[in-house]
RNA sequence: GGCGACAUAGCCAAGUGGCAAGGCAGAGGACUGCAAAUCCUUUAUCCCCGGUUCAAAUCCGGGUGUCGCCUCCA
């Protein structure tokens, strides 16, 4: 049984798919007129991780994430460049692309992106118009928030309340001052597209209505995004989409936790926006991933140099152990396993169990690596009071940590985990171990340092002399 | 003014009624030529005050503090 906190009923809630074994998702995507920061990374990172689960669980996930590529931003941007909104959208969506990638974000089933949408976009707004939710008004249609009686329901205010706070200028013309622009009045130099009510060009909440209906149906199994976007966004997006299909628009809402930079909010006006293009030529992206996912998703979280840090050297003790298993499993022996060994294949058991448990459980990430440094520490104890590990206890538990890693994705697998030597390096391995034998520690010492300059780290342990590389990355924050 | 979240060890962070996960840092020990890695031991009056209960970090009431939303914002 898997449970979500459903931003609507602000409850845990078991999640019941609209058709069976499927699940459809839709979270809001970036505007496309800069580079994303790392407070936008959290909600991609969150739903890819979120996406890989679902499908792990067995369910025909469908991920729809879409790219708004024309609004005032946009136009505003593409102004003080130069060039034209459609360049500033193809550019910044390789970049997305490009950054998504590093952080090891897979692409979504669906990118769709307004400005591609226009039919159907002005097709929804006509059916608005039919079912009286909506009024033209001097070339700009708006939404009448006061027709729709449930408004407010998502962020659980109501009109008056949010009236009597607005701070935001009222336009007089319209009936209610929470009515908001469907489509927007073309004006000199802008895009614009033709529809019956003239020249003009979408607003920013009827995209996510008309595109995640086109792609997912009327009621979508997770809706989300940041939760800055529970209030109008989403408000406004239920409106729209419920008013026009009279069915219920999505069945969890799951907002995702602001991101914090050294205690403050990310905001130009402090300058302390922080993209992950900068970040992640400083730092190892899979240690951003690890420190986002070691925090519940809902929770508010602090980005900092040493938080980042202690990220790095929590993720290297994980890398470390599978590194050794991949290692040992090398020189194995075979045989059945003895009764310490079947001890630990139970508790490699119960930890699948757990992980499975806790992640059905509102998306329990950080509890979820718990599980994972537990299994760590048993490993551990066993590769080191046994000189001689079986095959058939090493290889599950790698197998665990891969299936893990095709969820989480910020362990270091594969074949770089193990790679092979230059000549000239290994040669001077088998000098310093001759130096050891000879006990000219000077030696040793001086080929360990010499090997350390060129980011090769020497263990001596009882089986034998192992090396890894270091992770020069990690090191900066 | 309205709505809401959070407060757990030096730091980060799980835990929604039954002896307080996990990580980082620290201390002691084992192993080691020295390191590194690893293991063992150790580090918490769960913000305060009341209440409910056999039992509360967890539920209820009050207080204090921090933060957010109500305006484009992930």
Not at 27 to 45: K, S
Not at 374 to 392: G, I
């Amino acid at each position: 049984m898997i449970r979500f906190y459903n931003t609507l009923s602000r409850n845990k809630q078991t999640l019941q798919p609209v058709q069976e074994g499927k699940i459809g998702i839709y979270a809001c995507g970036p505007t496309v007129y800069d580079y994303f920061h790392i407070g936008n990374a959290r909600v991609f990172l969150t739903f890819d991780v979120l996406r890989r689960y679902l499908q792990y669980r067995g369910f025909d996930v469908t991920f729809v994430q879409n790219f708004t590529d024309i609004d005032d931003k946009m136009i505003k941007r593409a102004a003080e460049l130069q060039i034209s909104v459609d360049e500033l959208a193809e550019r910044y969506i390789r970049a997305y692309r490009e950054d998504t990638e590093a952080l090891g974000v897979l692409p979504a089933d669906y990118h769709p992106r307004a400005t591609h949408h226009i039919p159907q976009i002005i097709a929804f707004i006509e059916k608005l118009l039919e079912k009286n939710l909506a009024y033209e008004l001097e070339g700009d249609i708006y939404y009448h928030v006061a027709s729709f009686p449930s408004y407010g329901k998502l962020s659980h205010q109501n009109l008056d309340e949010l009236s009597l706070g607005a701070r935001v200028e009222i336009d007089a013309r319209k009936r209610h001052p929470m009515d908001f622009a469907l489509w927007k009045k073309e004006k000199p130099g802008e895009p614009s597209w033709e529809s019956p009510w003239g020249r003009g060009r979408p607003g920013w909440h009827i995209e996510c209505s008309v595109m995640s209906m086109v792609y997912l149906g009327n009621t979508l199994d997770i809706h989300g995004g940041g939760q800055d976007l529970i209030f109008p966004h989403h408000e406004n997006e239920i409106a729209q989409s419920e008013g026009v299909s009279g069915q219920p628009f999505a069945r969890n809402w799951l907002h995702v936790g602001y991101l914090n930079i050294n205690e403050e909010k990310m905001s130009k006006s402090l300058g302390n926006v922080l993209t992950v293009r900068q970040l992640v030529k400083e730092i190892n992206p899979l240690v951003l991933r690890f420190f986002m996912l070691s925090a519940h998703y809902r929770s508010p979280i602090n980005f900092s140099g040493e938080h980042l840090e202690q990220a790095g050297k929590a993720l290297e003790r994980l890398n470390t152990l599978l590194y050794k298993l991949q290692e040992r499993l090398g020189r194995v022996a075979e045989g059945v396993p003895s009764a310490e060994e079947e001890e630990l294949l139970d508790f490699l058991e119960a930890s699948r169990e757990r992980f499975v448990e806790t992640l059905d459980d509102d998306f329990n990430t950080a509890e979820g690596t718990a599980v994972l440094f537990e299994l760590a520490r048993k490993t551990n104890t066993y590769l080191d009071r046994f000189p001689e590990q079986k095959q058939n206890v090493l290889e599950p538990i790698l197998k665990f940590y891969k299936e893990v890693n095709d969820i989480f994705g910020f362990l270091k697998m594969g074949p770089e985990a193990v790679s092979v030597l230059e000549k000239e390096v290994e040669e001077l391995i088998s000098t310093r171990e001759k130096a050891r034998s000879e006990k000219n520690w000077a030696l040793a010492d001086a080929i360990r340092e010499q090997l350390k300059e060129k980011n090769i780290l020497l263990e001596d342990t009882p089986q034998g002399v192992r090396w890894k590389f270091l992770d020069r990355e990690n090191e900066k924050s």
